[in-house]
């Protein structure tokens, strides 16, 4: 059984630098896309960006190019979603989510982790 | 605000069938496939339909997916209380650089 276990939840000041970790287990890390979706509290899904395990190759969506860094270590099955300078606007649910399903060449999220809360206020 | 529209808010008796309509463009739901997600209160999303029509193993087919043009609809027949949650439709776009996008959500009361 696929599973993905998330960091816990975080409490940081505006401007301090943050990463967060998503465990996989029951499938090959290395074979599927891995990425972040965004729940801002009250709001709706926001897709951020998936890494591929097995060659780091990224892609994130260009709301959030440049705002965060997703990575992966293949050694221990686990992706990362790092801020190097938070805001109180990064503060919300973040979900970790395995994009098992490819077709034509575009893979959607199937698994999802159980999310961290981050909450960054001064 | 969201690339994907859906209505904010859907409701049904137990029982009924509900449906829920995501509007996209060309960019995006015209020429990729749909999936959708459901998020009961206080949990992460859950995969319900993929490739516009597909249920992953454990669905029931109380649940439905189709799509028509730059449109996609889901339907639930036999509503449960158990069935109130925020549906999410996602699919790929590539309006600027490729990436996913995600409807604003509907959230669906059982009276």
């Known amino acids: 059984e696929v599973q993905l276990v998330q960091s816990g939840a975080e409490v940081k000041k505006p401007g301090e630098s943050l990463k967060i970790s998503c465990k996989d287990s029951?499938?090959?890390?290395?074979?599927?896309?891995i990425g972040w979706v965004r729940q801002m509290p009250g709001k709706g899904l926001e897709w951020m960006g998936i890494?591929?395990?097995?060659?780091?190759?990224?892609i994130y969506s260009p709301s959030f190019q440049g705002q965060v860094t997703i990575s992966a270590d293949k050694s221990i099955s686990t992706a990362y979603l790092q801020w190097s300078s938070l805001k109180a606007s990064d503060t919300a649910m973040y979900y970790c989510?395995?994009?098992?399903?490819?077709?034509?060449?575009?893979?959607?999220?199937?698994?999802w982790g159980q999310g961290t809360l981050v909450t960054v206020s001064s | 605000q969201s690339v994907l529209t859906q209505p904010p808010s859907v409701s049904a008796a137990p029982g009924q069938k509900v449906t829920i309509s995501c509007s996209g463009s060309?960019?995006?739901?015209?020429?990729?496939?749909v999936s959708w997600y459901q998020q009961l209160p206080g949990t992460a999303p859950k995969l319900l339909i993929y490739?516009?029509?597909k249920r992953p193993s454990g669905i029931p087919d109380r649940f439905s997916g189709s799509k028509s043009g730059t449109s996609a609809t889901l339907g639930i027949t036999g509503l449960q209380t158990g069935d109130e949650a925020d549906y999410y439709c996602g699919t790929w776009d590539s309006s600027l650089s490729a990436h996913v996008v995600f409807g604003g959500g509907t959230k669906l009361t059982v009276l």
């Open positions: 989510a395995r994009h098992g399903y490819c077709t034509a060449g575009n893979c959607y999220p199937d698994y």
């Open positions: 060309s960019s995006n739901i015209g020429n990729n496939y």
């Open positions: 890494i591929y395990p097995g060659d780091s190759d990224t």
């Open positions: 029951g499938y090959r890390f290395t074979s599927y896309w």
């Open positions: 490739e516009n029509n």
